[in-house]
């Protein structure tokens, strides 16, 4: 039997995890055992769910409860399930784009770089993307486009983050991915030489003059290839590209000289992906 419990104020602390955590404090550095993610909308909690993650509890717009929750709350056991009238919750910060379903999820361990891309043949690497909808819309590439796995670098946005994972549509609970962090996978190095220990020739996403096209065939034929994308603005920084088998360019014209970092990557992915 589902536990539904009304809120009838906006101020109720059992909303504080929804409406006044922000994303840091449900990250929870401190004690990251205890770190949690929001979920947003029907779509991307049954993925979260479908990938293992655990809920903590749900907020439900009532007219979802019978609707399109009806099917997530069967599998949520006997956790909280808030749920209020759309004049309640229309006070908290987007959720007019939740689809009426906010689910709080425990956070998992993060796996090992050599874990993340033991099988992999085609891994994306984001240094320092720091956007958290370029860093959803990329998953969503990812996952649609035939790479198995991505790193980031640790000045990039966590994944979980709520806009992060809406955008990506939950793939960010489909695609393998961790970060480069400790002593054995810090970023440029070692990461760089893990991934070469790995077997993964390296592509540098990159706006300079010594470039390969992105359709090369040699490029395209490596049986392992990391495509790294970089920073929004600034690109990739010049020891990473200096250090990496590939400088690679996507051809522009009208006197365009980039793309977003995003649809870079859909770019990048469509021509390289593991097909």
Not at 174 to 181: G, K, L, N, R, V
Not at 219 to 230: F, Q, R
């Amino acid at each position: 039997m589902p536990n539904i419990i009304e809120i009838t104020d906006f101020n109720a602390t059992e909303l504080d995890i929804y409406a006044r955590l922000n994303e840091n404090q449900l990250l929870n550095r401190a004690e990251p055992s205890k770190g949690l993610f929001i979920a947003e909308s029907p779509k991307v909690v049954e993925r979260a769910m479908n990938a293992g993650y655990e809920p903590v509890s749900m907020l439900v717009e009532k007219k979802h409860i019978e609707g399109e929750a009806k099917d997530i709350i069967a599998r949520c056991g006997d956790i909280p399930i808030y749920t209020a009238e759309f004049d309640v919750l229309k006070q908290l910060t987007g959720f007019a784009l939740t689809r009426g379903v906010l689910c709080a999820m425990r956070r998992r361990p993060l796996p090992g770089v050599k874990e993340v891309c033991k099988d992999a043949r085609r891994i994306a690497i984001l240094e320092n993307v720091m956007n958290p909808t370029n860093v959803g819309a990329i998953f969503r590439s990812a996952a649609a486009l035939n790479i198995d796995a991505i790193l980031l670098t640790p000045a990039c946005s966590n994944p979980l983050y709520r806009r992060s994972a809406r955008v990506s549509m939950g793939t960010v609970f489909q695609i393998p991915w961790t970060y480069f962090s400790g002593e054995e996978s810090g970023w440029p190095h070692p990461g760089i030489d893990v991934l070469k220990g790995l077997g993964f020739k390296t592509a540098a996403m990159a706006l300079c003059d010594d470039t390969v096209s992105i359709d090369d065939p040699k490029l395209m034929k490596e049986e392992k290839l990391a495509i790294i994308l970089g920073t929004e603005g600034d690109g990739l920084a010049a020891a990473t590209i200096a250090d990496c088998d590939y400088t690679v360019k996507i051809p522009m014209s009208h006197g365009v000289d980039s793309l977003n970092v995003a649809a870079a990557s859909a770019v990048a992915f469509w021509q390289l992906g593991n097909r």
